[in-house]
């Protein structure tokens, strides 16, 4: 049980990161940034290629990371290029261009790799030569204590970020874009710099979880968006959003409580690991829809 | 809490005129909606306006005579088909909008149109002080930014120094719109442009706003442009009126003509350069 639990938490602080980049899109920006699912595997391709290559594997995942800013970067400017300048609540844009780029992706990251796995098993990770480094076996409890203070790093990081002159002009343009352009922003960029951010910690993730888990796979990320919605999901509805810094603790402890939910699903004899996606997709249609469900059923 | 509390007036001193307010000129402006459809609507059909530094001009019109393509035209969220604007000579009429605004305050008829209602009292502040200039990795709210925020707070006179830290989506119309007036004019904007901005509010509210307005305005000697559809208003405010009708500029008042001007002789002078009456317009019931 309680290496259930590790392994739960290790998952959960793993994926948190990609978690913090939907919260970004999706909340802060006020844009469904569909990229996530090609720039996690764009993070781990790359760094696995890196690191099959002699790399550093710290170099590796800084590389991974910052080819995931590069994928929100890509998505910004196909979004420029799409959207009609009035129509700033128009998703349509916003969605095609994520599809556009994950699509595209797909090939990109089959190039990187050459094939459609890189197994990393007998190369130095990450966590291999962060623990040498500490002399200690990165393994259960001291490798959820290493991802959990990656994760407050980063936390205070985004934190510190989302409160500066370019991030409070990022958090304005999800909440009144015509208020913050007569205010002299020009949105376009600034959501661009916003998509780049969200998307290099999703890569984050990538990189990380290819280390963890030793392999990347051309398939490793399909419907990790959903996951990533139903952390937020969760987070927001259990620890609450009293203010921004509160808000990126409550999104990171939602990606614990939506891996341990996971971890204790598959100690259901009749739900197959296969099944997780039906039920985590189910579950975040069932989050968004009740709100709408309700106000249907009270006005009839 | 202390007794001070009651009269913030004291420590709240108006900032002086920094001088940069703007002459502006529009020469010949075109906007034309659903162009080459059936249901193309001239909305501006030659705009021609001149402004002097320190004006404020009140403009008046019936609904749909082009008071608001006016004002966002010269802001720039609509494209002009032909025409000039100036301003203090340089053709701005090629930027984007948010080029624009580094230069053009604007505050709008809805509140919640000129505050982000998620941020609060003091993060939207800071926004509108970074106002034409860079917005980089410096700390948003920092202690010097934090002192003029408040000093300019403290000028609506509503308590809103002292909370700081709420969301301004828990703030009330009146409230929201104050600090949209303050957001427009903190960073001393060349060219201010209200539409409508107090129709929204209640007859009290509006008329506490009018006179923040007022204030403000005088005390920076903004460059003004002031949409309203109250006569009375239009009258009392500003030293200039134009009245617009179907996409032009159909009267032209200067400042000592407008000092004698009444509501009575407003209405006579529109039906002379109109040959219509004003009967079916909403402005006779403000
Ligand atoms: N975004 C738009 N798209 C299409 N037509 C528009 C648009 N904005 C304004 N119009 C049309 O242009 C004309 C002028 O409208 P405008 O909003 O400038 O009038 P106004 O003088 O501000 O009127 P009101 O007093 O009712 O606010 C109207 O016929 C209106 O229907
Ligand atoms: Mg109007």
């Known amino acids: 049980m309680l290496v259930t639990l590790s392994s739960a938490l290790e998952q959960g602080l793993l994926y948190c990161f990609m978690v913090l980049g939907v919260y970004l899109t999706f909340r802060v920006l006020d844009f469904p940034d569909l990229t996530v699912d090609g720039s996690m595997t764009l993070g781990a391709s790359v760094c696995a290629v890196l690191i099959i290559n002699g790399a550093s594997p710290f170099l590796a995942t800084l590389a991974g990371t910052a080819s995931g800013a590069a994928a929100g970067i890509v998505t910004g400017f196909i979004h420029i290029l799409l959207k009609s300048d009035s129509a700033d609540t128009n998703y349509g844009p916003k969605l095609i261009s994520g599809i556009l780029t994950t699509t595209a992706l797909y090939t990109v990251n089959l190039r990187i790799m050459g094939r459609s796995n890189i197994p990393l098993l007998g190369e130095t990770t990450f966590f291999d030569k962060l623990g040498s480094m500490l002399n200690v076996r990165m393994v259960h409890w001291p490798l959820v204590a290493t991802l959990a203070v990656l994760a407050v790093i980063v936390k205070y990081l985004l934190d510190w970020f989302l409160h500066t002159d370019l991030g409070l002009s990022m958090r304005a343009i999800g909440d009144n874009e015509q208020m913050i352009r007569s205010l002299s922003v020009n949105t376009s960029v600034t959501r661009v710099i916003g998509l780049a951010v969200a998307n290099a910690l999703v890569a984050l993730t990538g990189s990380l979880v290819a280390q963890q888990q030793g392999y990347t796979d051309i398939g490793m990320s399909v419907g990790v968006l959903v996951a990533g919605l139903a952390g937020v999901i969760l987070g927001e509805a259990i620890f609450g959003t009293r203010s921004v810094s509160w808000v990126l603790f409550s999104v990171i402890a939602g990606s614990l409580v939506y891996r341990t939910l996971i971890a204790l699903g598959l100690r259901v004899d009749w739900i197959k690991p296969t099944d997780l996606k039906l039920l985590t997709a189910l579950f975040v249609m069932i989050a968004l829809g009740a709100p709408v469900i309700r106000r249907k059923l009270v006005k009839s | ?286």
């Open chain 2, 1 to 286: 809490m202390t007794a001070a509390t009651g009269s913030p007036s004291d420590s709240c001193a108006l900032p002086r005129p920094s001088g940069r307010a703007a002459g502006f000129e529009c020469r010949d402006i075109r906007k034309t909606f659903y162009r080459n459809s059936a249901f193309q609507i001239q909305a501006l059909c030659g705009v021609d306006l001149t402004v002097a530094p320190g004006d404020f001009v009140t403009i008046i019109g019936s609904n749909g005579a082009g008071k608001s393509t006016l004002l966002n035209v010269i802001a720039g969220t609509f494209s002009v088909d032909g025409g000039e604007l100036l301003l203090d000579g340089e053709d701005i009429s090629k930027l984007p909008e948010h080029a624009r605004a580094a230069f053009i305050g604007r505050v709008f008829q809805d509140p919640r149109a000129g505050t982000a209602p998620s941020l609060t009292i003091e993060e939207n502040m800071c926004l509108a002080l970074r106002r034409g200039r860079r917005r980089g990795l410096h700390m948003g709210v920092d202690s010097s930014r934090r002192q003029v925020i408040r000093e300019n707070l403290c000028l609506v006179e509503m308590g809103l120094e002292k909370r700081p830290k709420t969301q301004v989506a828990k703030l009330s119309g009146g409230q929201r719109q104050a600090m949209s007036l303050l957001m427009a004019t903190i960073a001393e904007p060349r060219l201010l442009l209200l539409d409508e901005h107090t129709a929204a509010l209640d007859p009290k509210v509006a008329a506490t706003t009018m006179e923040l307005t007022e204030r403000v305005v005088s005390a920076r000697r903004l460059t003004t442009l002031m949409v309203t559809h109250n006569m009375e208003l239009a009258l009392a405010y500003g030293n200039r009126l134009i009245m617009m009708h179907a996409g032009r500029i159909i009267l032209n008042v200067g400042p000592t003509e407008k000092k004698e001007l009444t509501v009575a002789g407003l209405v006579q002078k529109f039906r002379d350069v109109a040959g219509e009456s004003f009967t079916t317009d909403r402005m006779l019931l403000d």
